[in-house]
């Protein structure tokens, strides 16, 4: 197969969309923009700020993220030892500015998270909060969650620290350029060591059965003044730094765990039945999985420019289902444990956009320090599973539904054209043996539904019958199944 590295479709204009995209605003019932009490209450909580007398000014944090990110929830500082590795990793205090009970508090957790949509973002808290002063920006000084955790040579979980302190990140950096330094050596040691504990930790990952799927990203971006559909890898310093994070939601549970109070991530282990089915499939598709390999050892070893080995992906990713949020409440710890990670893990590192991790980080912080967790703080971990699942939906049904419109936008004036496509998978097959299921293009960032014969795993030739973006939907049709 030739180069996977899709290209993007011609970027539609802005003004051509705007109907469509408002349309879905109004269709989702997106969280309407803030009211003048909750923007006061945004401006009184920074002018009476109070910063964390312990100060870590000291440490060169920086932080890693999207170019042109604005919202900086994590910042980091790597330090390399003779038993092994200290993660100094700090985390937005947003609890400094937004008080359990108040009125920032409260839309909070009406919205549940940050909305991301094509043409703007839909905060958790005023921007003056998520993207200004509780923001992590280089120069500034900003009150933090400082975790300092140990790892050994191997990159196995150690002792944990926590405590509220000042912070001021030195630098910002983006996943691309900084990815390019870490390979033309143009960096300060800082980007290697987060590949060398990055590695470590995904090693472990697949130790205890884990694994990281690595499946491209289908995402909109903003293009001048329209936008465009584009498919994306993942960098190895993207994969290097989730680890970083996976760490702390790691360690943050382990906290938890022990002293039986606090709210985690989980993810229920698949059904045998549906290891087996999986297992099968890999032999069916030529990359058969060996019984002395773990699942993430399997999957790691996977190389999605192969159309086989990108269905064994895809098939993998709907393994696991199911993901939820548990208050701990004296529950076994094998059913609290998220099944893709093989560990206990709690969402606490994006308190900025992600409503669960601000308690997270307060209950993780009261732990360490030995006072005892309140009980208004408990009545709020018990609701959160709720409020979460309620804007997760939300969230997720407008945000597949911005692809779906993009989708059917592009391609409105392409029907009848003919595109190199993957099979995903076939849904169900008749008795004159034609099919449904689901394809991917090769040149285009688009997975789309097709009718025809074909089997999984295999390229095929399709032809574009349908584009609707009102309806926000395409359909292919099978013209040959080349190989």
């Not at 469509?20 to 997106?30: C, D, I, Q, S």
């Not at 302190?165 to 996943?175: C, E, F, G, N, W």
């Not at 800082?190 to 694994?211: P, S, T, W």
């Amino acid at each position: 197969m030739t180069d996977r590295r899709i290209r993007s479709p011609r970027p539609v204009p802005a003004s051509d969309l705007a109907q469509l995209l408002l349309g879905l605003e109004t269709e989702f019932e997106v969280p309407a923009p803030f009211d003048e009490e909750t923007l006061a209450a945004a401006e009184a909580a920074v002018v009476n700020l109070e910063l964390p007398t312990a100060d870590a000014t000291s440490i060169p944090f920086f932080t890693i993220d999207p170019e042109g990110a604005t919202d900086l929830d994590q910042a980091m500082y790597l330090e390399k030892t003779e038993g092994g590795y200290i993660v100094n990793y700090a985390i937005a205090d947003v609890p400094a500015f937004v008080q359990l009970g108040s009125v920032l508090d409260q839309v909070a957790r009406e919205r549940g998270q940050t909305y991301y949509l094509p043409h703007r973002k839909i905060t958790l808290h005023p921007p003056v909060i998520s993207e200004d002063q509780g923001s992590l920006l280089p120069d500034q000084i900003r009150p933090a969650f400082h975790w300092k955790i140990s790892l050994d040579q191997h990159g196995a979980l150690g002792e944990v620290q926590l405590q509220r302190v000042r912070i001021k990140s030195r630098a910002q950096l983006d996943y691309v350029s900084a990815q390019q330094q870490l390979e033309n050596g143009s960096h300060d040691g800082q980007l290697a060591l987060l590949a060398e504990i990055g590695a470590l930790r995904i090693e472990q990952e697949q130790l205890r059965g884990g694994a990281s799927l690595n499946l491209p990203d289908q995402e909109i971006e903003e293009d001048g003044n329209g936008y465009k559909l584009v498919s994306r890898a993942p960098l190895p310093l993207e994969d290097h730094n989730a680890q970083i994070s996976l760490l702390t939601g790691i360690a943050a549970a382990r906290l938890m765990l022990d002293s039986g109070v606090g709210i985690l991530r989980t993810m229920p282990q698949p059904e045998d039945k549906a290891l087996q089915e999986f297992r099968a499939q890999t032999q069916l598709l030529g990359h058969p999985w060996k019984q002395e390999l773990s699942y993430g050892q399997y999957l790691h070893a996977l190389d999605v420019s192969d159309p086989k080995q990108l269905v064994i992906m895809h098939r993998a990713a709907s393994l696991f289902r199911g993901a939820d949020y548990h208050v701990i409440n004296g529950q076994p710890e094998e059913e609290l444990v998220q099944a893709a990670l093989a560990a206990p893990y709690a969402h606490t590192t994006a308190p900025l956009r992600r409503l669960v991790d601000r308690f997270v980080l307060l209950t993780c912080h009261l732990l360490t320090t030995g006072e005892s967790v309140p009980e208004e703080l408990k009545t709020a971990l018990g609701q959160l599973p709720v409020l979460m699942r309620e804007s997760s939906v939300a969230a997720n049904r407008v945000n597949r539904a911005s692809l779906d419109l993009m989708e059917a936008f592009v391609l409105q004036n392409r029907v009848g054209e003919q595109f190199q496509a993957i099979i995903l998978q076939v849904e169900d097959k008749d008795q004159g043996e034609s099919s449904k299921g689901q394809l991917q293009l090769v040149d285009l960032p688009v997975t789309a539904s097709f009718s025809g014969a074909a089997e999984p795993g295999t390229l095929a030739t399709v032809k574009l019958v349908h584009a609707d973006p009102q309806a926000r939907q395409i359909n292919f049709e099978i013209v040959v199944q080349n190989s």
